[in-house]
């Protein structure tokens, strides 16, 4: 069974820095383009970044443009998201998914997001004033 599992939030205060890593359980992860969500309560789940598989190609929504990085380590079955200067409206509950596609939809809209076929079950992260 695919399995993702999400690590690394927490809660930080603005201007900090987390680290969150996605696992692949029971598959191999570099064949397929992964992409990170967060959800912000009462609010839609939103696409913020993507990853090639085929060359590595990342892609990042505006907001999150310059302070966030996606990187794969294949060695450990991963999809991290390194991000930096923190603020407010970055808190909500990150997602990693995936919809067995080595490519990424580079808008990371909507569309994208529907059709993704496997999700992790989100880390939290709380970013204080």
């Known amino acids: 069974q695919v399995q993702l599992v999400e690590s690394g939030g927490g809660a930080v205060p603005a201007g900090g820095t987390l680290r969150l890593a996605c696992v692949a359980e029971?598959?191999?992860?570099?064949?397929?383009?992964v992409g990170w969500f967060r959800q912000a309560p009462g609010k839609e789940r939103e696409g913020i970044s993507c990853i090639n598989s085929r060359d590595d190609s990342t892609f990042y929504q505006d907001s999150v443009k310059g302070r966030f990085t996606v990187s794969r380590d294949n060695a450990k079955n991963a999809v991290y998201l390194q991000m930096d200067h923190l603020n407010l409206e970055d808190s909500g509950k990150y997602f990693c998914a995936m919809d067995q596609t080595e490519v990424c939809q580079p808008k990371l809209d909507a569309t994208w997001r529907d059709g993704m076929t496997y999700w992790g079950v989100g880390t939290p992260v709380t970013v204080s004033p």
């Open positions: 029971h598959f191999t992860l570099r064949y397929w383009a």
